[in-house]
């Protein structure tokens, strides 16, 4: 009786081991799947985009354009596709079942290729981690601009309908650009270098229409894409000429408001 129940003991022990071992065969093939899909995807849309971004700019639509870009951007980060594919598998109305198929090559590449991904991703968040700490220590050490500066700023903000806003206004030595940045806080910082008033003006209303469009979101999950897909070179000049196709958009719209 003591036997018999030790080998009952064992088979299920054996049967524990082997579905962990499944569920981390699992663990790495989908992971892989998913990363694989989700680039492909955003890949797609993202050529997509801007074939159409370049006829509705010429068309006048700027604000469709915009749009797009952030909905296309999203693709990158969330793996809707992925799950569709898996669901209509699940349901057996294509594949039988079969999309995500595995086999001993397969599951040795897809964990080689996930370790990979998770290393160099890892090594991508400390990237950026230490580029947030500059721009936060650049904010730290920036200083309050002179009254003129603040009087446009102010009036801009009033013209724009952000005056109910907490948006703060700061120079710097240590940026050569101006940028916003903060979600709670906006703060408006500019490099500490004599500005026209018209200049000021367009400086002004460039980085606030960023408050406006809640771009300071849109580029943490710029960010967030650009981590994901490190290992994609093509996706750095991709999100890059996003964001030049943004700046872009919103100094068109500030100059006409501005005429």
């Known amino acids: 009786m003591f036997l018999y129940k030790n080998v009952i003991y064992l088979f299920i ?6 579905n962990l071992g499944v569920q981390q065969i699992m663990l790495w093939t989908d992971l892989f799947y998913m990363i694989v899909i989700t680039t492909f995807t955003g890949s797609v849309l993202t050529v997509a ?18 749009r797009l870009g952030k909905v296309v951007v999203l693709f990158w980060i969330i793996p809707v596709m992925y799950y569709a594919i898996r669901m209509i598998d699940r349901l057996r109305f294509v594949w039988n079942g079969y999309a995500f198929d595995t086999s001993p090559l397969i599951i040795n590449v897809t964990r080689t290729v996930a370790i990979v991904w998770i290393t160099g991703l890892a090594v991508a968040i400390m990237i950026y981690v230490f580029k947030r700490f500059r721009i936060l220590s650049i904010r730290k050490e920036s ?20 005056g109910k806003c907490k948006i703060t206004l700061r120079q710097s030595y240590r940026t050569t650009t101006a940028y916003v940045t903060g979600i709670h806080r ?6 500490a270098d004599h500005f026209s008033e018209k200049e000021m003006r367009v400086v002004f209303a460039h980085e606030l229409t960023h408050v406006v469009h809640n771009d300071i979101w849109f580029r943490y999950l710029l960010a967030v894409a650009s981590i994901l897909n490190f290992f994609l070179k093509k996706m750095h000049v991709t999100i890059l000429y996003v964001c030049q196709r943004m700046d872009y958009m919103n ?6 408001i501005l005429l």
Do not use: H
């Open 13 to 18: 022990c054996r049967i524990n081991i082997f």
């Open 186 to 191: 906006p703060c408006v910082v500019v490099n």
């Open 251 to 256: 100094i068109m719209k500030q100059y006409l």
């Open 49 to 66: 985009w801007l074939i159409t971004s370049y006829l509705l700019d010429k068309t006048g639509y700027l604000n469709m354009s915009y």
């Open 143 to 162: 200083f309050a601009c002179n009254k003129e500066m603040n009087r446009i700023f102010y009036e801009i903000k009033e013209q724009m309908g952000l």
